[in-house]
């Protein structure tokens, strides 16, 4: 489909400009004759009734539950619906996010009715989804919570999507963006396409129609949310220099006039790779939306967009040295751009035109902005950008004409109520609510010492209306939203999963080290030269690039968790890197599954022959047992347990081995491959889990769980690598790749489908994060472990 607007561009943007402009003067003339301070200050008096409480002797000592910190998510809504107050706070918060971003009106019957619904589910999830453990992640926030939520909608694939690019778009944001904030805005955005999706289907919709459309508007919600991330913050940013910065806008502009994305061309300095990544995943998305459109929503859609570009671009360069900027011009842009960027999304997910949602999105966005706006002043004023407050900061003393900010705020929230939402009660009382519950959030981030001299400055002329603002900000109870604690806690969520994951791939590289320098078997002096011969061959095959999981896993349940001595346990993580290199030697053989490469380098028998390779996997196997049994700072009946679970578990792995040559050229159903699995694959895991606890001496209903979870993670560890099989890089895997076609092996792939095989390794993701939860621990590693076991590229 293509378009050319060139011509409209002026056209457009003048016309939207005018309407901001007739807007802008409407509120500047409030401002100036302050007539909203009259009207808001009854309806601030009607709105306090519901929110400042008179608590008599009896009922403060009537309260056996104290108030616990938002912070402390599950405590804090449970702490809400035994005082009560649960139903009105989910009320206020989904009302509020029907006003805000579905720009619907609260005195309609229709709204109030879904508002209903939406409450109703809302508060069944949150009743009766709590956490097992202390310390672990907000069920709202894990994978495993989104995808259980995306099978009960039938859009799993579309999730799994949205996972995979949301981890790509963080792996790629440089340190500058922030990754969290950007990810963060990614979720937020997607979840706001999906609201209105839903919103435009009702009980008449067919169920297949609801999944579909469900799932492009996850698809349509990332496509449109990568705008902020990789235009608006990008060219916000230092990252890119001035010539890089016009190229970039230049390219963007191009888009949005012509329909078509402009190739990279020649591009010189530091940031060609990420700029290469920006690029192919903004077309992608770009044409991704653009096919969703029809005749009708695509000039909306383009005319918008243009709008909000260009609005961004003019507010963009101006400077906080200048003083000489007009208030039209401080506010026209930011009127413009906060509207344009709600006002897209209708013509994002294809609706049909809606007039009066169209007019409250326009009036609304200034208000949302200049309270975004308020919060981040100070970031603001630090990085030299130009936002209203931080240009009447700089130059109210210099300049009397300037309009205060502040007032502004206030002079949208009266014409909100007032002539938008037609002084509907419902409305006053969650917009109230909001503007409080910004300024109560405002001053408990930066102090009430700072927070007293911004209001001194913004608040200087309106003394009386300052003083019963300042009022409500101390006195004033009820005022929380749950998108506000929901947003907390994706930050908390997203800054401690960084965390954890640093924590975890600094202790897999340090362990590795550690344990690579363990395994070389030693040579010693006056041994046979058959032996030294057999010796060198095992050792060749424990060089190799190996990513020493099961070790490693051992080392980090027996030190970091079961408090066990590193130096105490060396033997065994000796002998299980001897075992799993033995597996690999067999089967690498041409008997078996005949491999010309391993970790990185020709097999065992291709630089040996395979009655070598064989010797040399057994004498693995012997010398595993050798280090078991020198185990001698334990309890010698626990050393000869684990031995025998050892043994065991050996023993099965030759099953496993014995199933998959037997299963050669033969279809499996799904049980025989998660069976054919936890044999080959998953028993190792098991190992590396159970052999610590043993030592531990850890009670049998853990080591029951850690077997649970190992088995349905190495599950999902296989599924990958068959996946990887099939689509990994050669160079990273470090081994052939299509071997188990070339083979005629059954896999997950052969077996379900490359589609169904990623649905059913989040399924066992899934069943192993279920298990997790049930250890009595907080075991991040194993968390991180598991998400890489899905995620990895080799």
Not at 392 to 405: A, E, F, T
Not at 458 to 476: D, E, T
Not at 674 to 680: A, Q, T, V
Not at 764 to 770: I, N, P, Q, T
Request: aromatic share 10%.
């Amino acid at each position: 489909m293509s378009v050319v607007f060139t011509d409209h561009a002026d056209i457009w943007y003048r016309s939207a400009e005018q309407k901001a402009a007739q807007y802008f003067a409407s509120l500047r003339k409030q401002v100036i004759e302050e007539t909203y301070v009259p009207v808001l200050t009854e309806d601030i008096q009607m709105w306090k009734k519901n929110h400042i409480h008179r608590h008599s002797l009896l009922s403060f000592f009537s309260k056996r539950k104290r108030k616990p910190d938002s912070r402390d998510y599950h405590s804090y809504i449970q702490w809400l619906n035994y005082t009560g107050k649960l139903d009105e706070y989910l009320d206020r918060s989904v009302s509020y996010i029907y006003l805000r971003d579905l720009g619907k009106a609260l005195d309609s019957s229709d709204t109030q009715t879904r508002v209903q619904r939406v409450v109703a589910d809302v508060k069944n999830h949150l009743l009766h989804s709590n956490p097992v453990n202390m310390g672990k992640q907000t069920e709202l926030m894990s994978l495993k919570a989104l995808y259980r939520w995306a099978q009960t909608k039938g859009i799993e694939s579309d999730i799994i999507w949205v996972i995979d690019k949301l981890k790509a778009v963080s792996t790629h944001i440089p340190q500058e963006l922030n990754a969290e904030h950007a990810q963060r805005k990614l979720i937020k955005i997607i979840v706001g396409v999906l609201l209105h999706v839903i919103e435009e289907m009702d009980d008449t919709t067919l169920p297949a129609e609801r999944t579909k459309r469900m799932g492009e508007a996850i698809r349509i919600g990332y496509s449109y949310g990568l705008t902020y991330p990789f235009i608006d913050d990008l060219l916000d940013s230092q990252i890119l220099t001035s010539h890089e910065k016009e190229q970039y806008s230049k390219m963007i502009r191009t888009a949005l006039l012509t329909g078509s994305v402009p190739e990279l061309g020649e591009w010189t300095g530091s940031n060609l790779e990420f700029i290469q990544y920006v690029h192919s995943e903004l077309r992608d998305a770009f044409e991704y939306i653009k096919h969703q459109q029809g005749k009708e929503t695509q000039k909306t859609f383009f005319e918008q967009s243009y709008v909000f570009f260009h609005a961004q671009e003019i507010d963009r360069m101006k400077e906080l040295s200048n003083a000489d900027y007009t208030n039209e011009q401080l506010y026209i842009p930011i009127i413009l751009k906060s509207s344009s960027s709600r006002l897209i999304v209708r013509s994002v997910i294809g609706a049909s035109t809606d007039e009066d949602f169209d007019q409250r999105t326009f009036f609304y966005g200034i208000y949302n902005q200049l309270a975004d706006d308020f919060a981040d002043m100070f970031d603001d004023m630090q990085n030299g950008a130009v936002t209203p407050y931080t240009y009447y900061l700089k130059y109210r003393d210099q300049r009397s004409d300037l309009i205060n900010p502040f007032e502004l705020y206030w002079a949208v929230i009266s014409h909100l109520i007032h002539h938008v939402h037609h002084s509907d009660i419902k409305t006053r009382e969650v917009i109230l609510n909001r503007a409080i519950n910004g300024l109560k959030r405002f001053k408990e981030r930066i102090g009430t010492e700072k927070y007293n001299e911004m209001m001194e400055i913004f608040a200087s002329r309106i003394p009386a209306f300052n003083l019963l603002i300042q009022q409500m900000v101390r006195k004033a109870d009820d005022v929380d939203f749950f998108d506000k604690l929901l947003r907390d806690q994706m930050v908390i969520s997203l800054r401690t999963d960084r965390e954890e994951k640093e924590f975890f791939q600094d202790t897999v590289r340090t362990v590795r080290q550690q344990i690579n320098n363990l395994l070389q078997i030693p040579k010693h002096s006056g041994i046979p030269p058959m032996k030294e011969s057999l010796i060198d061959a095992a050792n060749y095959s424990l060089e190799g690039d190996s990513k020493r999981l099961r070790p490693i896993l051992t080392w980090v349940m027996g030190v970091n968790e079961y408090g066990l001595h590193a130096a105490a346990i060396a033997p065994l993580l000796r002998s299980l890197e001897y075992m799993h290199t033995a597996s690999l030697i067999f089967d690498d053989l041409p008997s078996q599954d005949n491999s010309s490469i391993r970790r990185g380098r020709p097999t065992l028998h291709q630089v040996h022959n395979s009655s070598t390779a064989e010797l040399a996997g057994l004498y693995l196997i012997q010398k595993a047992i050798e280090e078991q049994s020198s185990l001698d700072g334990f309890d010698t009946k626990t050393v000869l347990a684990l031995m025998q679970y050892s043994s065991q578990k050996a023993g099965d792995m030759c099953v496993g081995q014995a199933m998959d040559l037997d299963s050669k050229g033969r279809v499996l159903t799904l049980d025989q491959m998660n069976m054919l699995c936890f044999y080959k694959t998953g028993i190792a895991f098991e190992a590396s889990l159970v052999m610590p606890a043993i030592l531990a001496q850890v009670k049998g209903t853990e080591i029951a769980t850690l077997k649970r979870f190992a088995y349905h993670a190495g599950i999902a560890f296989q599924i990958r690598d068959d996946l990887l099989d099939l689509e990994g890089d050669v160079l990273l895997l470090g081994k052939p790749i299509g071997i188990d076609v070339d083979n005629n092996n059954s896999t997950f792939v052969t077996v379900l489908g490359q589609e169904g095989a990623r649905k059913e390794m989040w399924e066992h993701y899934c069943f192993a994060m279920e298990a997790l939860e049930e250890i009595p621990r907080n075991i991040p590693f194993l968390k991180h472990l598991l998400d890489y076991f899905v995620n990895r590229d080799r």
